[in-house]
């Protein structure tokens, strides 16, 4: 894994090339730090990178994950990790249960499982 001088040093070396054409029109990048399956640090590299990440940042909550974003015409950041790393689960997973309508009439029905 990279150190965050490392990766700094990268992201600098493309600032400048960027800004020895300040008016040259790119695509929006798209930087992503995923913090998932312990990369990264795991939860601890999350949260060490939360504390530096520059503010105002939104706090994004998925079904499995919890994002944090940048979002700017200029740039999108994300830093992302699953939420069972970070959050305590208070309602496990639970098969979902259905209740249907009859589609069949009975004489039908006995059709379809003969």
Same mark, same amino acid.
């Given at each position: 894994m990279p150190?965050?001088?490392?990766?700094?040093?990268?992201?600098?070396?493309l600032a400048d090339a960027l800004d020895s054409n300040p008016d040259m029109i790119i695509a929006r990048p798209i930087i992503y730090l995923g913090y998932?399956?312990?990369?990264?640090?795991? %939860?601890?590299?999350?949260?060490?990178f939360a504390k530096v990440m520059p503010r105002p940042f939104d706090k994004v909550y998925g079904a499995t994950e919890l994002e944090l974003r940048i979002q700017t015409d200029a740039i999108h950041i994300t830093a992302c990790i699953n939420?069972? %790393?970070v959050c305590r689960i208070v309602t496990?997973?639970?098969?979902?249960?259905?209740?249907c309508e009859p589609l069949f009439s009975d004489s039908?029905?006995?059709?379809v499982t003969a």
């Open positions: 150190t965050a001088h490392e990766s700094s040093l990268e992201l600098r070396r998932n399956y312990g990369l990264g640090g795991g %939860k601890d590299g999350f949260l060490n939420r069972d %790393k496990p997973a639970q098969p979902a249960q259905y209740e039908e029905e006995e059709g």
